[in-house]
C-alpha cells in the first residue's frame, strides 16, 4: 500500500517533469541539484560543528580536571611540607638559578670608533681607502674622522672623545 503510494507521487513528478518544454527540465534538474548540494554541505557543516562542540566540550572537561588535580596535589603537597618543613621544590629551584647565574657573561659593547694614531693613517682600517688631507686635517683638529667611502669613524689616541 505505501510503496503505492510512493509510486504515484513518482509517477506524476515524472509525467510533470516530461511536460515541460526542454528548458524547464534543463533547469528543474538544475534546481533540484543545487538543493541537494546545499543540504548536503549543510549536514557537513552541521556535523562539523557539533564535531567541535564535543571536542571543546572534552577538552573544557579535561582541563577542568586537571585543574582539579593540581589543586588538590598542591592542597596535600602543601600540608606535608607543613607538617614535614621540607622544601624539595625550593631547593631545586634555587639550584637552577644559581647554574642559570653562573654562566651568565657580560660582554663589553663593540666601539665603533677605532683609536689610531695620525702619524701612521694613511688608509681607512675599515675598507683601506686612502685617508685625504683634508680628512687628517679634521682628524688633528676635532680628533676624529669619518671614512669618505664607507663612513666608518676611527679618533686619535690622545683625544678624549667619547666612544660609540
Same mark, same amino acid.
Given at each position: 500500500?505505501?510503496?503505492q #503510494? ?8 515524472? #509525467? ?13 534538474? =538544475?534546481?533540484?541539484?543545487?538543493? @541537494?548540494?546545499?543540504l548536503?554541505?549543510?549536514i ?5 560543528? @557539533?564535531? *567541535?562542540l564535543?571536542? *571543546? ?6 582541563y577542568?580536571f586537571?585543574?582539579?588535580?593540581i589543586?588538590? *596535589?598542591?592542597?596535600f ?8 618543613g ?15 647565574? #653562573?654562566k651568565?657573561e657580560? =660582554?663589553?659593547? @663593540? ?7 695620525s702619524?701612521?693613517?694613511?688608509y ?7 685617508v ?11 680628533? *676624529? ?13 690622545? #683625544?678624549?672623545v667619547?666612544?660609540t
Open positions: 500500500m505505501i510503496l #503510494s510512493y509510486r504515484y507521487n513518482w509517477q506524476w513528478f515524472v #509525467s510533470w517533469y516530461l511536460t515541460l518544454p526542454l528548458f524547464g527540465q534543463i533547469l528543474v534538474a =538544475i534546481g533540484i541539484f543545487t538543493i @541537494i548540494t546545499l548536503l554541505v549543510g557537513y557543516y552541521l556535523l562539523k560543528g @557539533i564535531a *567541535y564535543i571536542y *571543546y566540550i572534552c577538552k573544557g572537561i579535561y577542568i586537571k585543574g582539579i588535580a589543586g588538590i *596535589y598542591k592542597l603537597d602543601g600540608i606535608y611540607q607543613l607538617i614535614f621540607k622544601k624539595e621544590t625550593d631547593d631545586l629551584e634555587t639550584g637552577k638559578t644559581q647554574v642559570t647565574e #653562573s651568565v657580560l =660582554i663589553p659593547p @663593540i666601539s665603533k670608533t677605532q683609536i689610531v694614531s702619524e701612521i693613517v694613511k681607512c682600517p675599515e675598507c683601506g681607502v686612502e685625504t688631507e683634508l680628512m687628517i686635517d679634521q682628524l688633528n683638529r676635532q680628533g *676624529y674622522v669619518y671614512c669618505v667611502f664607507c663612513g666608518k669613524k676611527f679618533a686619535h689616541e690622545s #683625544s678624549n667619547a666612544q
